[in-house]
T-cell receptor
């Protein structure tokens, strides 16, 4: 069964450092998302990406964040200068198309900022 | 008012019990509704979509009441493996089809 994959599973970084979280969405999917979940809190939408551009972003997704689809398979989230409050699980998700509502999530990357 | 609201639980039930979770949402224009399951420190996994007519998948039954903006999930004959957090999720009317998550209801099924 096709699945979304994410690397690394755990990333530890120092405050102020740049991190790149990587995702490989399901191969024939067209819509891609990043969500995050701070420990003990609910899952929150960060950004959506379609047709090689951002279609929507939340207030959390400020200038420190960027997304890219550098090739036909990878989808990345970059945090330029990490803050302590960026520590969270980051989930990538993908969706098939306009008439397919279900989103499927990757296993997540646990980001710890020290 | 929270966009998606759930009772946090925990619901502590014996094996074989029937348990019901409720959820309300604030945006009347919301289009699609889901129940996801999340195990500790894992990703949300789609349990089932929720349709206006109600739908069933094995031991799981989901209901939607658009007039009351209310969603429910019923689990019959609970198994130990059902222990998890159940997330009520709503797709908002936006160009991105983003998902809005409730905080989740925790279920513990005991032997």
């Amino acid at each position: 069964e096709p699945e979304v994959t994410q690397t690394p599973s755990h990333q530890v970084t120092q405050m102020g450092q740049e991190v790149i979280l990587r995702c490989v969405p399901i191969s024939n999917h067209l819509y891609f998302y990043w969500y995050r979940q701070i420990l003990g809190q609910k899952v929150e939408f960060l950004v959506s990406f379609y047709n090689n551009e951002i279609s929507e972003k939340s207030e959390i997704f400020d200038d420190q964040f960027s997304v890219e689809r550098p090739d036909g398979s990878n989808f990345t989230l970059k945090i330029r200068s990490t803050k302590l409050e960026d520590s969270a699980m980051y989930f990538c998700a993908s969706r098939g198309g306009s008439y397919v509502n279900e989103q499927f999530f990757g296993p997540g990357t646990r980001l710890t900022v020290l | 008012r929270k966009e998606v609201e759930q009772d946090p639980g925990p619901f502590n039930v014996p094996e074989g019990a029937t348990v019901a979770f409720n959820c309300t949402y604030s945006n009347s224009a919301s289009q699609s509704f889901f129940w996801y399951r999340q195990d500790c420190r894992k990703e949300p996994k789609l349990l089932m979509s929720v349709y206006s007519s109600g739908n069933e998948d094995g031991r799981f039954t989901a209901q939607l009441n658009r007039a009351s903006q209310y969603i429910s999930l019923l689990i019959r004959d609970s198994k130990l493996s059902d222990s998890a957090t159940y997330l009520c999720v709503v797709m908002t009317p936006s160009s991105s089809y983003k998902l809005i998550f409730g905080s989740g209801t925790r279920l513990l099924v005991r032997p």
